[in-house]
């Protein structure tokens, strides 16, 4: 019985994992503009799609075809930033994420247009057996998905609150006309804050395709759960979002596994309304910054 | 500029000549049938076949002299994956083209939304779409065919290859979409009749990226074999996970798996995989002397050259109900209702892509579990169960 239990919490484990990754990429936007970039799925999907187009199709290295894939979606989420975000100036917060919205239609038909509508996939960055624990079992790619996150995480961390750079970014959220005053280039920090988050959403798409699959339409229910997963845990905190996925994804896999597995979508976004029913800043949010909030 | 009027005079003067010979080959009045597919929108992996099928046969019948001498013309509408627009493009084709008979929609919802009007317009419809309900009651179905085999078919195929095995519990784990709600319908309902107890059943959302856990419960449970009911993604997911978690039981797949990309992405996890699929994935391995392997063979190599993809048992149902018109209309010439009949009574021991159909007034689809082949994957390809 207890290993039954503990493949309900590793199942629980892999797809929290996921959700971890694509609730970070919502962080970084929020902390530097306080929008919510609902695009942020198709960045997922497009680190899948671009690096399966540059490591099966063009048979490029694995590094190369890492690289390559992650520059590409920078550069979609510059021109993102530069040609919808940018030139609105000073357009209300509300618009801007429709906006998002509207560029996740967009940037879905282009890759209906380029992948069609099949899933892809390619071999994991570990081939071999998954690792069995105590008579359950994990896939090898879980655990790259997991040292990616901490990684990621790590980063995020040192760059918000170490470099100068990160802290003028997080000053534009809370005060951009102050951030101004003190001379940052506010309009530079928010292009930054979408190259930094379309990379961050390709890293997560490259991590886990291997593991989910991955096709155009992919994106929305990613970012749902990511973004549940971002506000569970407190929006703009890197650390929550990780929190937040695991707690989902693993909710969800004991609902699945203990109810029945029609209601583990259902249950997950219960307790999701609970918590911010009790705490409306997420877990590891501050009633502090929930008041300078404008989202 | 002067290079490009001049091209543009040549490419007339070839348009007219073409017409004109046209014209001169097929001094008949041309046959009109309609076809609606969801070319575009959510179901267009089905139109997107279908729609070439159509093409192709057009391109054929008439490239041969076309039905006794006179044209064959299809006129394919886009449904848009949408049940009003499919109503909208039959109503247009129904008065505006006044056509002899309507093949597709592609989908459930579609076809039975046209029901009504083809039984008001008094003119025959022989659907693409699998759902029984369909072609059932066929007293009220008067107008309406379809060509593609029932989901329950699927099921009777996968219950009947279980109990020569002696499978008696079995676990079922099934896509919340319609294509999975039908399955664990026909799943759930067929079970006793064939002496078999469903110890599971689980579900899981079509993005759903992990389903160890629903895969461990039906272990748990003491199913001697899993069944998996779903088609895209989801299905080598499932199978991923029946691997790496080494459950030690057989899992079976609907008759969606019948596609090589399924083999593809999921690599060796999906070696012992079984899935009842219609002939057409595996017209190769049938013996020559297999009433319909001449037919598959041809339909596949001339759709591999004309469109360089495959065209799946999805096109195979538009193939099957097009040449049933088409026989009629060889038959019996351009009325409605002699169509309808010539197919309800004539089309008998017919082999079409689909299977071999027997039409009759007490059954508008015409093909039962024969139409099914158990196969399993094997080296990374398809190879037919023997028993």
Same mark, same amino acid.
């Given at each position: 019985?207890?290993?039954?239990?503990?493949?309900?919490?590793?199942?629980?484990?892999?797809?929290?994992?996921?959700?971890?990754?694509?609730?970070?990429?919502?962080?970084?936007?929020?902390?530097?503009?306080?929008?919510?970039?609902?695009?942020?799925?198709?960045?997922?999907?497009?680190?899948?799609?671009?690096?399966?187009?540059?490591?099966? %199709?063009?048979?490029?290295?694995?590094?190369?075809?890492?690289?390559?894939?992650?520059?590409?979606?920078?550069?979609?989420?510059?021109?993102?930033?530069?040609?919808?975000?940018?030139?609105?100036?000073?357009?209300?917060?509300?618009?801007?994420?429709?906006?998002?919205?509207?560029? %996740?239609?967009?940037?879905?038909?282009?890759?209906?247009?380029?992948?069609?509508?099949?899933?892809?996939?390619?071999?994991?960055?570990?081939?071999?057996?998954?690792?069995?624990?105590?008579?359950?079992?994990?896939?090898?790619?879980?655990?790259?998905?997991?040292?990616?996150?901490?990684?990621?995480?790590?980063?995020?961390?040192?760059?918000?609150?170490?470099?100068?750079?990160?802290?003028?970014?997080?000053?534009?959220?809370?005060?951009?006309?102050?951030?101004?005053?003190?001379?940052?280039?506010? %309009?530079?920090?928010?292009?930054?804050?979408?190259?930094?988050?379309?990379?961050?959403?390709?890293?997560?798409?490259?991590?886990?395709?291997?593991?989910?699959?991955?096709?155009?339409?992919?994106?929305?229910?990613?970012?749902?759960?990511?973004?549940?997963?971002?506000?569970?845990?407190?929006?703009?905190?890197?650390?929550?979002?990780?929190?937040?996925?695991?707690?989902?994804?693993?909710?969800?896999?004991?609902?699945?596994?203990?109810?029945? %597995?029609?209601?583990?979508?259902?249950?997950?976004?219960?307790?999701?309304?609970?918590?911010?029913?009790?705490?409306?800043?997420?877990?590891?949010?501050?009633?502090?910054?929930?008041?300078?909030?404008?989202? | 500029?002067?290079?490009?009027?001049?091209?543009?005079?040549?490419?007339?003067?070839?348009?007219?000549?073409?017409?004109?010979?046209?014209?001169?080959?097929?001094?008949?009045?041309?046959?009109?049938?309609?076809?609606?597919?969801?070319?575009?929108?959510?179901?267009?992996?089905?139109?997107?076949?279908?729609?070439?099928?159509?093409?192709?046969?057009?391109?054929?019948?008439?490239?041969? !002299?076309?039905?006794?001498?006179?044209?064959?013309?299809?006129?394919?509408?886009?449904?848009?994956?949408?049940?009003?627009?499919?109503?909208?493009?039959?109503?247009?084709? &129904?008065?505006?083209?006044?056509? &002899?008979?309507? =093949?597709?929609?592609?989908?459930?919802?579609?076809?039975?939304? &046209?029901?009504?009007?083809?039984?008001?317009?008094?003119?025959?419809?022989?659907?693409?779409?699998?759902?029984?309900?369909?072609?059932?009651? =066929?007293?009220?179905?008067?107008?309406?065919?379809?060509?593609?085999?029932?989901?329950?078919?699927?099921?009777?195929?996968?219950?009947?290859?279980?109990?020569?095995?002696?499978?008696?519990?079995?676990?079922?784990?099934?896509?919340?979409?319609?294509?999975?709600?039908?399955?664990?319908?026909?799943?759930?309902?067929?079970?006793?009749?064939?002496?078999?107890?469903?110890?599971?059943?689980?579900?899981?959302?079509?993005?759903?990226?992990?389903?160890?856990?629903?895969?461990?419960?039906?272990?748990?449970? !003491?199913?001697?074999?899993?069944?998996?009911?779903?088609?895209?993604?989801?299905?080598?997911?499932?199978?991923?996970?029946?691997?790496?978690?080494?459950? !030690?039981?057989? &899992?079976?797949?609907?008759?969606?798996?019948?596609?090589?990309?399924?083999?593809?992405?999921?690599?060796?996890?999906?070696?012992?995989?079984?899935?009842?699929?219609?002939?057409?994935?595996?017209?190769?391995?049938?013996?020559?002397?297999?009433?319909?392997?001449?037919?598959?063979?041809?339909?596949?190599?001339?759709?591999?050259?004309?469109?360089?993809?495959?065209?799946?048992?999805?096109?195979?149902?538009?193939?099957?109900?097009?040449?049933? =018109?088409?026989?009629?209309?060889?038959?019996?010439?351009?009325?409605?209702?002699?169509?309808?009949?010539?197919?309800?009574?004539?089309?008998?021991?017919?082999?079409?892509?689909?299977?071999?159909?027997?039409?009759?007034?007490?059954?508008?689809?015409?093909?039962?579990?024969?139409?099914?082949?158990?196969?399993?994957?094997?080296?990374?390809?398809?190879?037919?169960?023997?028993?």
């Amino acid at each position: 019985m207890f290993t039954v239990l503990l493949q309900f919490i590793l199942s629980g484990i892999t797809v929290g994992a996921i959700y971890a990754l694509v609730g970070l990429g919502f962080n970084i936007i929020y902390n530097a503009t306080s929008i919510i970039n609902l695009a942020q799925g198709e960045f997922v999907v497009m680190g899948g799609l671009i690096m399966w187009f540059f490591s099966q %199709s063009l048979q490029l290295p694995f590094f190369t075809s890492i690289i390559l894939t992650i520059l590409l979606v920078g550069l979609i989420g510059l021109m993102m930033e530069r040609l919808t975000i940018n030139p609105l100036k000073n357009a209300d917060l509300l618009l801007m994420i429709m906006i998002t919205v509207a560029v %996740s239609i967009v940037l879905r038909g282009i890759l209906m247009f380029k992948f069609g509508k099949d899933p892809y996939s390619y071999p994991p960055f570990t081939e071999g057996e998954p690792i069995v624990i105590l008579g359950a079992v994990i896939q090898q790619q879980v655990l790259w998905v997991l040292g990616i996150t901490l990684t990621c995480i790590g980063l995020i961390f040192l760059f918000f609150n170490k470099t100068m750079l990160g802290k003028a970014m997080s000053a534009c959220a809370v005060n951009p006309t102050a951030a101004k005053l003190v001379g940052i280039n506010v %309009s530079r920090m928010i292009m930054l804050s979408f190259i930094l988050s379309a990379i961050l959403g390709a890293i997560g798409g490259i991590a886990i395709t291997p593991i989910s699959l991955m096709e155009y339409d992919k994106g929305p229910s990613l970012a749902v759960k990511g973004f549940c997963a971002a506000i569970m845990g407190g929006l703009g905190n890197g650390m929550g979002a990780v929190v937040g996925g695991f707690i989902i994804g693993i909710l969800e896999s004991l609902t699945a596994g203990y109810i029945h %597995s029609g209601f583990k979508d259902a249950v997950a976004l219960v307790i999701l309304l609970g918590i911010l029913f009790f705490k409306p800043a997420g877990l590891f949010g501050s009633k502090a910054t929930l008041s300078v909030r404008k989202f | 500029m002067k290079g490009k009027g001049r091209s543009f005079w040549k490419y007339l003067v070839v348009g007219l000549a073409i017409a004109i010979l046209a014209k001169v080959s097929f001094a008949k009045e041309p046959y009109k049938i309609g076809a609606i597919f969801a070319v575009t929108g959510a179901a267009s992996f089905l139109g997107e076949p279908e729609k070439n099928t159509a093409i192709l046969i057009m391109e054929q019948i008439n490239k041969a !002299g076309g039905i006794n001498g006179h044209p064959l013309e299809i006129i394919i509408e886009d449904s848009k994956s949408q049940e009003a627009d499919a109503v909208l493009a039959a109503k247009k084709l &129904l008065e505006k083209d006044k056509v &002899l008979a309507i =093949v597709g929609p592609s989908t459930t919802g579609e076809s039975m939304a &046209l029901v009504p009007i083809m039984n008001n317009a008094k003119t025959p419809l022989i659907s693409c779409a699998a759902g029984y309900g369909i072609t059932n009651p =066929v007293s009220e179905r008067y107008w309406i065919f379809k060509t593609p085999q029932h989901d329950l078919s699927a099921v009777q195929a996968i219950y009947n290859h279980m109990k020569k095995k002696g499978i008696k519990k079995v676990g079922i784990i099934t896509i919340s979409t319609g294509f999975g709600d039908a399955g664990r319908k026909a799943l759930l309902d067929e079970a006793p009749k064939w002496g078999i107890e469903i110890v599971a059943d689980e579900r899981y959302g079509p993005k759903d990226s992990d389903m160890t856990t629903q895969l461990t419960k039906i272990k748990t449970s !003491g199913a001697q074999a899993v069944i998996n009911w779903s088609v895209g993604p989801g299905q080598v997911v499932v199978t991923k996970n029946w691997h790496d978690l080494k459950l !030690g039981i057989p &899992l079976y797949q609907s008759h969606g798996w019948g596609s090589k990309k399924n083999i593809e992405l999921a690599g060796k996890a999906a070696e012992g995989v079984i899935a009842p699929l219609g002939r057409l994935v595996v017209w190769d391995k049938l013996p020559d002397n297999h009433p319909q392997k001449a037919l598959l063979k041809k339909y596949e190599t001339d759709y591999k050259e004309r469109f360089k993809s495959e065209p799946g048992t999805f096109g195979g149902h538009a193939y099957d109900a097009i040449m049933m =018109v088409v026989e009629a209309l060889k038959k019996v010439g351009p009325d409605k209702s002699k169509i309808r009949d010539y197919i309800e009574k004539n089309i008998k021991n017919w082999p079409g892509t689909g299977g071999i159909f027997n039409m009759s007034e007490h059954d508008h689809c015409g093909l039962d579990m024969n139409a099914f082949e158990m196969v399993v994957v094997k080296n990374g390809d398809w190879e037919i169960l023997k028993d």
